[in-house]
Protein backbone atom coordinates (compact mmCIF):
# COMPACT_ATOMS: atom_id res chain seq x y z
CA UNK A 1 0.00 0.00 0.00
CA UNK A 2 1.29 3.99 -0.49
CA UNK A 3 0.20 7.11 0.91
CA UNK A 4 -0.86 10.00 -1.29
CA UNK A 5 2.82 11.52 0.51
CA UNK A 6 4.26 8.23 -1.16
CA UNK A 7 2.58 8.26 -4.51
CA UNK A 8 3.54 12.05 -4.65
CA UNK A 9 7.11 11.44 -3.92
CA UNK A 10 6.88 8.63 -6.96
CA UNK A 11 5.25 11.23 -9.31
CA UNK A 12 6.94 12.25 -12.75
CA UNK A 13 5.29 13.96 -15.17
CA UNK A 14 5.20 12.24 -18.35
CA UNK A 15 7.95 13.65 -21.21
CA UNK A 16 5.99 15.20 -24.22
CA UNK A 17 6.26 15.76 -27.75
CA UNK A 18 3.59 18.45 -27.43
CA UNK A 19 2.03 19.37 -24.11
CA UNK A 20 -1.60 18.19 -23.41
CA UNK A 21 -1.59 16.41 -26.94
CA UNK A 22 1.13 13.75 -27.47
CA UNK A 23 3.09 12.13 -24.77
CA UNK A 24 6.87 10.82 -25.72
CA UNK A 25 7.08 6.78 -27.06
CA UNK A 26 3.24 7.36 -28.13
CA UNK A 27 1.23 6.18 -31.23
CA UNK A 28 -1.29 8.44 -32.14
CA UNK A 29 -3.59 9.16 -35.61
CA UNK A 30 -4.65 11.82 -37.60
CA UNK A 31 -8.02 11.95 -39.39
CA UNK A 32 -10.17 13.44 -42.22
CA UNK A 33 -12.45 13.02 -45.08
CA UNK A 34 -10.01 14.06 -48.40
CA UNK A 35 -9.19 17.55 -49.12
CA UNK A 36 -9.58 18.85 -45.61
CA UNK A 37 -5.77 18.99 -44.99
CA UNK A 38 -4.16 16.38 -42.85
CA UNK A 39 -0.98 16.60 -45.10
CA UNK A 40 -0.73 20.16 -44.69
CA UNK A 41 -1.35 19.46 -40.33
CA UNK A 42 0.71 17.01 -40.55
CA UNK A 43 3.36 18.90 -42.24
CA UNK A 44 2.74 21.71 -39.49
CA UNK A 45 2.93 19.98 -36.35
CA UNK A 46 6.05 19.02 -38.13
CA UNK A 47 7.68 22.02 -38.31
CA UNK A 48 6.65 22.73 -34.80
CA UNK A 49 8.53 20.04 -33.35
CA UNK A 50 11.34 20.62 -35.52
CA UNK A 51 11.95 24.12 -34.54
CA UNK A 52 10.79 23.43 -30.76
CA UNK A 53 7.97 26.32 -31.69
CA UNK A 54 4.09 26.05 -29.92
CA UNK A 55 1.86 24.46 -32.41
CA UNK A 56 -1.35 25.52 -31.81
CA UNK A 57 -0.64 27.52 -28.82
CA UNK A 58 0.90 23.89 -27.22
CA UNK A 59 4.08 23.78 -26.13
CA UNK A 60 6.58 21.13 -28.27
CA UNK A 61 9.65 19.42 -27.51
CA UNK A 62 12.12 20.25 -30.09
CA UNK A 63 12.96 16.63 -31.87
CA UNK A 64 14.27 15.80 -35.54
CA UNK A 65 11.21 14.53 -37.28
CA UNK A 66 11.08 11.99 -40.08
CA UNK A 67 8.11 11.85 -43.06
CA UNK A 68 7.35 8.76 -44.37
CA UNK A 69 4.90 9.42 -47.30
CA UNK A 70 3.50 7.47 -49.51
CA UNK A 71 1.11 9.35 -51.50
CA UNK A 72 3.17 12.40 -52.41
CA UNK A 73 6.93 12.62 -53.79
CA UNK A 74 9.46 15.20 -52.52
CA UNK A 75 8.38 17.67 -55.22
CA UNK A 76 5.20 17.97 -54.36
CA UNK A 77 6.41 18.42 -50.18
CA UNK A 78 8.83 20.54 -51.37
CA UNK A 79 5.86 22.89 -53.01
CA UNK A 80 3.91 22.73 -49.99
CA UNK A 81 6.59 23.57 -47.40
CA UNK A 82 7.55 26.18 -49.62
CA UNK A 83 4.22 27.70 -49.85
CA UNK A 84 3.82 27.48 -46.07
CA UNK A 85 6.98 28.77 -45.29
CA UNK A 86 8.22 25.96 -42.81
CA UNK A 87 11.91 25.98 -41.25
CA UNK A 88 13.29 23.06 -41.92
CA UNK A 89 16.87 21.75 -42.65
CA UNK A 90 19.29 19.15 -43.23
CA UNK A 91 19.05 18.43 -39.48
CA UNK A 92 15.83 18.77 -38.53
CA UNK A 93 13.51 17.14 -41.21
CA UNK A 94 14.18 13.65 -43.30
CA UNK A 95 11.97 12.44 -45.63
CA UNK A 96 11.11 8.72 -47.09
CA UNK A 97 9.24 8.40 -49.78
CA UNK A 98 7.39 5.86 -51.82
CA UNK A 99 8.86 5.27 -55.18
CA UNK A 100 6.04 4.56 -57.40
CA UNK A 101 8.25 1.71 -59.87
CA UNK A 102 8.42 -0.07 -56.38
CA UNK A 103 6.52 -2.37 -54.05
CA UNK A 104 5.09 -0.59 -51.02
CA UNK A 105 6.70 0.36 -47.88
CA UNK A 106 7.55 -2.67 -45.62
CA UNK A 107 7.37 -1.45 -42.07
CA UNK A 108 9.95 -4.12 -41.14
CA UNK A 109 12.01 -3.29 -44.27
CA UNK A 110 11.95 0.69 -42.42
CA UNK A 111 13.55 -0.57 -39.63
CA UNK A 112 17.71 0.44 -40.28
CA UNK A 113 16.29 3.56 -41.39
CA UNK A 114 14.67 4.36 -38.49
CA UNK A 115 18.10 3.00 -36.23
CA UNK A 116 19.96 5.74 -38.35
CA UNK A 117 17.43 8.61 -37.37
CA UNK A 118 17.49 7.40 -33.77
CA UNK A 119 21.13 6.70 -33.43
CA UNK A 120 22.43 9.70 -35.72
CA UNK A 121 19.99 12.58 -35.65
CA UNK A 122 18.13 11.80 -32.03
CA UNK A 123 15.00 12.04 -33.59
CA UNK A 124 11.32 11.02 -31.56
CA UNK A 125 8.90 11.72 -33.90
CA UNK A 126 7.84 9.94 -37.22
CA UNK A 127 4.89 10.74 -39.11
CA UNK A 128 3.39 8.21 -41.83
CA UNK A 129 1.36 9.68 -44.41
CA UNK A 130 -0.78 7.14 -45.11
CA UNK A 131 -0.78 4.09 -42.64
CA UNK A 132 -3.24 2.24 -45.76
CA UNK A 133 0.01 2.50 -48.11
CA UNK A 134 2.37 0.52 -45.63
CA UNK A 135 2.79 -3.19 -46.22
CA UNK A 136 2.26 -4.69 -43.49
CA UNK A 137 3.23 -8.29 -44.86
CA UNK A 138 0.57 -11.19 -44.34
CA UNK A 139 -2.39 -9.63 -46.22
CA UNK A 140 -3.53 -8.21 -42.95
CA UNK A 141 -7.25 -6.97 -43.27
CA UNK A 142 -7.85 -2.96 -42.42
CA UNK A 143 -11.59 -3.85 -41.83
CA UNK A 144 -10.78 -6.96 -39.24
CA UNK A 145 -10.77 -6.00 -35.79
CA UNK A 146 -8.44 -9.12 -34.53
CA UNK A 147 -5.80 -8.08 -37.02
CA UNK A 148 -6.06 -4.33 -36.48
CA UNK A 149 -6.21 -4.61 -32.47
CA UNK A 150 -3.82 -7.48 -32.14
CA UNK A 151 -1.19 -7.70 -34.50
CA UNK A 152 -1.08 -4.49 -36.62
CA UNK A 153 -1.02 -1.53 -34.16
CA UNK A 154 1.38 -3.47 -31.67
CA UNK A 155 3.54 -3.61 -34.37
CA UNK A 156 3.67 0.30 -34.42
CA UNK A 157 3.51 0.58 -30.57
CA UNK A 158 6.64 -2.27 -30.63
CA UNK A 159 8.45 0.34 -32.63
CA UNK A 160 7.64 3.29 -30.46
CA UNK A 161 9.02 1.37 -27.77
CA UNK A 162 12.32 0.02 -29.68
CA UNK A 163 13.31 3.45 -31.30
CA UNK A 164 11.95 5.82 -28.98
CA UNK A 165 9.68 7.20 -31.09
CA UNK A 166 6.22 9.05 -30.99
CA UNK A 167 4.40 7.61 -34.48
CA UNK A 168 1.59 9.63 -35.77
CA UNK A 169 -0.27 8.08 -38.37
CA UNK A 170 -2.29 9.60 -41.02
CA UNK A 171 -5.84 8.24 -41.89
CA UNK A 172 -8.80 8.54 -43.85
CA UNK A 173 -12.32 8.77 -42.22
CA UNK A 174 -15.63 7.09 -44.11
CA UNK A 175 -18.65 8.72 -45.57
CA UNK A 176 -19.97 7.96 -41.89
CA UNK A 177 -16.88 10.19 -40.73
CA UNK A 178 -16.16 7.62 -38.60
CA UNK A 179 -11.69 6.50 -38.68
CA UNK A 180 -11.84 3.90 -41.93
CA UNK A 181 -11.80 -0.05 -41.41
CA UNK A 182 -11.71 -1.61 -38.03
CA UNK A 183 -12.60 0.41 -35.21
CA UNK A 184 -9.64 -1.36 -33.23
CA UNK A 185 -7.34 1.07 -34.60
CA UNK A 186 -8.89 3.78 -33.12
CA UNK A 187 -9.64 1.75 -29.66
CA UNK A 188 -5.66 0.70 -29.78
CA UNK A 189 -4.11 4.29 -30.07
CA UNK A 190 -2.98 6.65 -27.19
CA UNK A 191 -5.06 9.73 -28.96
CA UNK A 192 -6.92 10.53 -31.76
CA UNK A 193 -6.67 14.04 -33.71
CA UNK A 194 -9.98 14.23 -36.11
CA UNK A 195 -10.20 16.85 -38.34
CA UNK A 196 -13.94 17.59 -39.50
CA UNK A 197 -15.18 20.42 -42.08
CA UNK A 198 -18.03 22.76 -41.29
CA UNK A 199 -20.63 22.12 -43.63
CA UNK A 200 -21.32 25.65 -44.32
CA UNK A 201 -18.28 27.26 -43.92
CA UNK A 202 -15.83 25.76 -46.04
CA UNK A 203 -12.32 27.72 -44.48
CA UNK A 204 -13.52 26.51 -41.17
CA UNK A 205 -12.56 23.37 -39.25
CA UNK A 206 -13.08 21.20 -36.30
CA UNK A 207 -10.54 19.60 -34.55
CA UNK A 208 -11.55 17.19 -31.59
CA UNK A 209 -9.25 15.55 -29.80
CA UNK A 210 -9.74 12.54 -27.41
CA UNK A 211 -6.67 10.71 -25.59
CA UNK A 212 -6.22 8.25 -23.30
CA UNK A 213 -3.74 10.64 -21.02
CA UNK A 214 -4.65 13.88 -21.64
CA UNK A 215 -8.08 15.82 -21.51
CA UNK A 216 -10.36 16.09 -25.09
CA UNK A 217 -10.18 18.85 -26.71
CA UNK A 218 -12.40 20.46 -29.27
CA UNK A 219 -11.04 23.71 -31.23
CA UNK A 220 -12.21 25.75 -34.36
CA UNK A 221 -9.71 26.54 -36.69
CA UNK A 222 -9.41 28.09 -40.00
CA UNK A 223 -6.77 28.35 -42.57
CA UNK A 224 -4.65 31.29 -43.62
CA UNK A 225 -3.33 32.48 -47.03
CA UNK A 226 -0.15 30.36 -46.18
CA UNK A 227 -2.28 27.24 -45.67
CA UNK A 228 -1.43 26.62 -41.94
CA UNK A 229 -4.07 26.15 -39.45
CA UNK A 230 -4.36 28.47 -36.88
CA UNK A 231 -7.33 28.61 -33.77
CA UNK A 232 -10.55 30.81 -35.31
CA UNK A 233 -11.22 34.02 -33.65
CA UNK A 234 -14.65 33.29 -33.98
CA UNK A 235 -16.93 30.19 -32.70
CA UNK A 236 -19.61 28.79 -34.81
CA UNK A 237 -22.27 29.19 -32.45
CA UNK A 238 -21.31 33.20 -33.21
CA UNK A 239 -22.64 33.16 -36.18
CA UNK A 240 -26.33 31.78 -35.72
CA UNK A 241 -28.72 29.96 -38.27
CA UNK A 242 -29.75 32.53 -40.10
CA UNK A 243 -26.42 33.85 -41.06
CA UNK A 244 -24.72 30.66 -41.58
CA UNK A 245 -27.73 30.03 -44.23
CA UNK A 246 -27.28 33.19 -45.41
CA UNK A 247 -23.51 32.64 -45.87
CA UNK A 248 -23.69 29.52 -47.64
CA UNK A 249 -26.37 31.17 -50.42
CA UNK A 250 -23.39 33.80 -50.68
CA UNK A 251 -20.72 31.29 -51.29
CA UNK A 252 -22.41 29.68 -54.12
CA UNK A 253 -23.42 33.12 -55.57
CA UNK A 254 -20.11 34.90 -55.27
CA UNK A 255 -21.60 38.36 -56.38
CA UNK A 256 -24.48 39.81 -56.04
CA UNK A 257 -27.14 42.50 -54.45
CA UNK A 258 -30.34 42.22 -52.04
CA UNK A 259 -32.81 43.88 -49.63
CA UNK A 260 -33.14 42.31 -45.83
CA UNK A 261 -36.68 41.75 -47.24
CA UNK A 262 -35.65 39.81 -50.43
CA UNK A 263 -32.95 37.75 -48.46
CA UNK A 264 -35.31 36.62 -46.09
CA UNK A 265 -38.06 35.87 -48.21
CA UNK A 266 -35.99 33.83 -50.68
CA UNK A 267 -34.11 31.56 -47.76
CA UNK A 268 -37.27 31.47 -45.64
CA UNK A 269 -35.37 32.79 -42.95
CA UNK A 270 -36.97 32.13 -39.65
CA UNK A 271 -36.61 36.17 -39.32
CA UNK A 272 -38.19 39.24 -39.69
CA UNK A 273 -36.48 41.36 -42.03
CA UNK A 274 -35.67 44.40 -39.74
CA UNK A 275 -34.05 41.44 -37.49
CA UNK A 276 -32.21 40.19 -40.09
CA UNK A 277 -30.56 43.54 -40.82
CA UNK A 278 -29.71 44.35 -37.71
CA UNK A 279 -27.89 40.81 -37.28
CA UNK A 280 -26.18 40.95 -40.49
CA UNK A 281 -24.66 44.35 -39.52
CA UNK A 282 -23.52 42.87 -36.05
CA UNK A 283 -21.66 40.55 -37.97
CA UNK A 284 -19.58 42.18 -40.52
CA UNK A 285 -16.87 41.55 -39.12
CA UNK A 286 -16.99 37.86 -38.78
CA UNK A 287 -18.49 37.37 -42.36
CA UNK A 288 -15.12 39.32 -43.67
CA UNK A 289 -12.90 36.75 -42.23
CA UNK A 290 -14.85 33.78 -43.55
CA UNK A 291 -13.97 35.77 -47.03
CA UNK A 292 -17.31 37.71 -47.51
CA UNK A 293 -17.75 41.43 -48.37
CA UNK A 294 -20.75 43.49 -47.17
CA UNK A 295 -21.03 47.30 -48.81
CA UNK A 296 -24.70 48.60 -47.72
CA UNK A 297 -26.41 51.66 -49.54
CA UNK A 298 -29.47 53.81 -48.40
CA UNK A 299 -32.29 54.81 -50.64
CA UNK A 300 -35.24 56.86 -50.29
CA UNK A 301 -37.09 53.52 -49.50
CA UNK A 302 -34.74 50.78 -49.04
CA UNK A 303 -31.34 49.69 -48.03
CA UNK A 304 -29.39 47.52 -50.43
CA UNK A 305 -26.39 45.17 -49.81
CA UNK A 306 -23.83 44.31 -52.39
CA UNK A 307 -22.10 41.03 -50.97
CA UNK A 308 -18.87 39.40 -52.81
CA UNK A 309 -17.41 36.88 -51.59
CA UNK A 310 -13.63 35.68 -52.50
CA UNK A 311 -12.78 32.27 -51.86
CA UNK A 312 -9.41 31.69 -50.20
CA UNK A 313 -6.78 29.79 -51.35
CA UNK A 314 -7.18 26.19 -50.66
CA UNK A 315 -4.96 23.19 -51.67
CA UNK A 316 -5.80 19.37 -51.42
CA UNK A 317 -4.22 17.15 -49.24
Do not use: W
Not at 20 to 28: A, C, E, H, P
Not at 70 to 89: A, H
Amino acid sequence: MKTISEMRKDFTKKDFIVDNLMKSNGLYCLVARPKVGKSLFALQLANSIATGKPFLGFKTSPSPVLYISTEMNSTQLIDRIDKMELDFNDNNFLLIEQNPNERKLNLMDLQLQFQTFSTDYNGKFVIIDMFSGIDLNNGYDLNNYQDMGQVVIPKFRELCKKYNFTILIIHHLNKSNTSLGSTAIDGSVDGKITLKQDNNIKNKILLNYESRDYEGLEIVLKRNEKLLFEKSEIEFEDLNYNILTFLNYAIKQKDFSFTASEITSKLNLQITPSAFGKLLNNNLLNLEKEGLYIEQKRTATERIYTAKYKEPNYEND
